[in-house]
């Protein structure tokens, strides 16, 4: 009944396919954000849905965590074996199984990244739209619960996951939801799952909605004269119920980092990166309300880029900026804040964020997709200054705490994992307890995915 | 230790705002559909949150089932006292506590009704969607997971509901989500709650999610040579990526009941029912898209209603579609499907209920919100007939399977309650267990509205 012995049996169940060889851990066992290396005892390579089920058997009857893996591309730590166990990786789950054109659905396996469906579904006109920075495996999103640019017009994956498949702790096979629109039959599964990082069972299987790519797509930048009139007009804009498909801010810090990273020649002020999706007229007309809004604020130095290889640089400039970030100082480690506001309260936190990072005096870059009141305050440092690991910790807290006291959230889509545990009881209070007795539930012996989510007092 | 007992204690607690009134016990255990009156022993009326966390924890200690209580509209039999106890009539808790119009959201008690609060609104610009047939409660639809004729634009209470306070089988006061519009911060139990109907906890607030009225609106009728024309129409219509706020079938038996129902004079054919929301050149683009579409399906007999009072008596009319049913057969009570498939697979479903349904010589009708696959076939049957009684019921057993086969669902909008109840194993496999283990987790004594959702076997 120990992590040895869990390895001995699934060494028999999966031959080669389970490795523990010490560079295959030491990459499940990486992060891209600050947390030290911390590998796995030994990693898995299931190939379908029931030697999931099966492995996930052999580490409850062995008492050894599992911890579902995707690309290794969380903020938070979420598939660190901070209690060592099997990390599962569930990369050879990649199979697009089904493109359902005519209801605007797909079914896949875990493994499938959002590119690599996104290059599948080109020749049908649909896409799906939920985009983290990172080339993300949809399993992955959906456990975290991820978003993205285009979140303010489509959703997060709580939107855009139909169903599910997936393996319960004693190695059950559920499925959840259906691929109707909509239901009211029996508890919302599929939206209990979702977000649950890996803690209340592994997704073998997801059934996502998709979207029709518009007829017009029309994307830009701009450049205002301070931080505070970029948060205006994204405010303005959002009460206006202008209908934009994207609204990313970039502060000034940020636009020189993709300067640097990109070759790029932006003037070094805030700025805006908008899309407007639709029929030809209806992005003409939004993109005017919008030109009015900005001009208001003193924007300027509009730049439109309609053809798609643009388009598609601007968006792929921003899905690196977590690594344009490290670009600003490259020796060193970074932590992104992740908090979510009502947009009401919007303009003070990033003030908050503005001034509170600048008297840090470190390398500090803002971007958010302020449209959905998230935005990320990245801040890089040197792991091994203690003084300034808590400085920096100081300031992460402090805005985690502004979060909750604006009825917001510590986490708008970089998901709890080991990073934001500390926040959990100050953000849901007595429904903490609720979330307790659910993955207690569900998973009696903690060998989901343990340390992730729920801090570790009574569990 | 019993009901008994539990009401000698709810007194003291209540005073006359418990009743065991024959009048009001009535009320309570009657409903719209074909259930026998079923009453509560007591009714118990709760004017704040800490009064039903007092009333539930009084119910734990008496082991005495609770049942919330909104409008009585449901179609399934949910607030019914099959297993006695309290009936936890929330009418008097029907505050609009607040309207955050820069925001776009609004906190309300759970006893204000859909309708109530849209007047609330109207000042503001925002409306809330959500519009089952009668003016329910919001608390009511929450726990039902209501929808209605606008979620294939603006989604159902599933996307619409943001933040919970629930009182739980302890008697534990929880707040569930957040201000912000979207949050990757541990379990959603918002969404868990959410279509709970009241096995789960006690919905005291809801934070709802509002929407902007559009500046242009515009409703149209139209009428089909035959179902699988207006059916074929709707199909072509979500296809083609027309961004419908209401697209609604009505088969010519249920316009010949608008027309005794309602004095109108319609004439007597399939029709759609549909409307437009946006800026006045995209309404423009989109009704010219749509009646292109129907005239290739040789629709015909376009009216359209672009003055509010027009279009306001329209969806009344629409929203009375059950009551007008009952018109055609004033003696007989009524049964309805509800269920809804993914909207390739319509056409097959609806066909199938046509086909069947007349086989039953009985008043059948057909309506259904077709733009998000569901629809209602509902029958009119003498109860005392057991054979007529045991057809119809092997009709909605048909319909219902044939929904599980398409990978649809029984129930779309109406819930579980104790009438789909037969299905929820066959519709959800192994995930019925899931949902056992959440609620004996958060319901061990299986006080809150026993007898609901969860077939009987080993709960």
Redesign the interface.
């Known amino acids: 009944m120990t992590i040895e012995t869990a390895i001995e049996a699934l060494r028999k169940l999966l031959g080669d396919r389970l490795s523990t060889n010490a560079a295959v851990l030491e990459q499940h066992g990486q992060n891209e954000a600050y947390y030290p290396t911390t590998p796995p005892d030994a990693v898995a390579f299931p190939e379908h849905t029931d030697e999931v089920s099966e492995i996930v058997k052999i580490c409850g009857a062995h008492d050894c965590p599992v911890i579902a893996f995707g690309t290794g591309t969380s903020l938070e730590g979420h598939h660190l074996a901070v209690q060592g166990g099997i990390s599962l990786d569930m990369s050879r789950m990649n199979t697009v199984l089904a493109i359902?054109s005519?209801?605007?659905?797909v079914v896949v396996q875990p493994g499938v990244s959002r590119n690599q469906l996104n290059e599948d579904l080109r020749a049908t006109g649909l896409f799906f739209p939920v985009d983290p920075g990172a080339n993300a495996s949809l399993g992955g999103m959906a456990a975290?619960?991820?978003?993205g640019t285009t979140?303010v017009r489509y959703?997060?994956m709580?939107?855009n996951v139909m169903a599910l498949e997936v393996v319960?702790a004693d190695g059950?096979?559920?499925?959840?939801g259906?691929?109707?629109?909509?239901?009211?039959?029996?508890?919302?599964?599929t939206?209990?799952m979702?977000?649950?990082e890996g803690t209340?069972g592994i997704i073998t299987e997801l059934t996502l909605r998709l979207h029709?790519q518009s007829e017009a797509v029309s994307a830009a930048t701009c450049a205002f004269p301070d931080i505070e009139a970029a948060v205006n007009t994204v405010?303005s804009t959002i009460?206006s119920?202008i209908q934009m498909a994207r609204i990313e801010l970039i502060d000034a810090n940020m636009v020189r980092g993709f300067n640097i990273a990109d070759g790029t020649s932006l003037p070094e002020a805030p700025h805006l990166f908008v899309e407007f999706h639709?029929?030809p007229?209806?992005v003409k007309?939004q993109a005017e309300q919008f030109g009015g809004i900005v001009s208001e604020y003193g924007g300027s130095d509009f730049k439109w880029s309609n053809r798609p290889e643009e388009r598609n640089a601007l968006w792929k400039m921003r899905h690196n900026a977590y690594y344009a970030h490290k670009a600003l100082a490259p020796d060193l480690r970074a932590m992104a804040t992740?908090i979510?506001?009502?947009?009401?309260r919007l303009a003070e936190a990033i003030d908050f964020a503005v001034s509170k990072s600048a008297a840090l005096d470190l390398t500090a870059t803002i971007i958010g997709h302020v449209g959905?009141?998230?935005f990320h305050c990245a801040l890089s440092f040197d792991p091994d200054d203690k003084a300034q690991f808590a400085r920096v910790q100081d300031f992460m807290h402090q805005l985690a705490k502004l979060?909750i006291s604006l009825?917001?959230?510590?986490?708008?889509?970089?998901?709890?994992g080991i990073g934001?545990i500390k926040?959990?009881a100050e953000?849901?209070?007595?429904?903490?307890?609720?979330?307790r007795?659910?993955k207690?539930?569900?998973d009696p012996q903690n060998i989901l995915n343990p340390g992730k989510?729920l801090p570790a007092s009574n569990l």
Chains 1, 2 share one sequence.
Request: charged fraction near 25%; aromatic fraction near 2%.
């Open positions: 359902n005519a209801d605007m659905d975290t619960r991820a978003s979140a959703g997060t709580r939107e319960l059950s096979i559920i499925r959840t259906s691929r109707a629109r909509k239901s009211s039959a029996g508890y919302d599964l939206r209990l979702v977000g649950s209340l029709g405010i009460q119920g639709g029929s007229p209806a007309e992740d979510c506001v009502p947009i009401s959905d009141g998230n979060a009825n917001g959230t510590v986490s708008g889509e970089h998901g709890i934001k926040y959990m953000e849901h209070g007595e429904a903490l307890n609720t979330m007795r659910i207690r539930a569900l989510i």
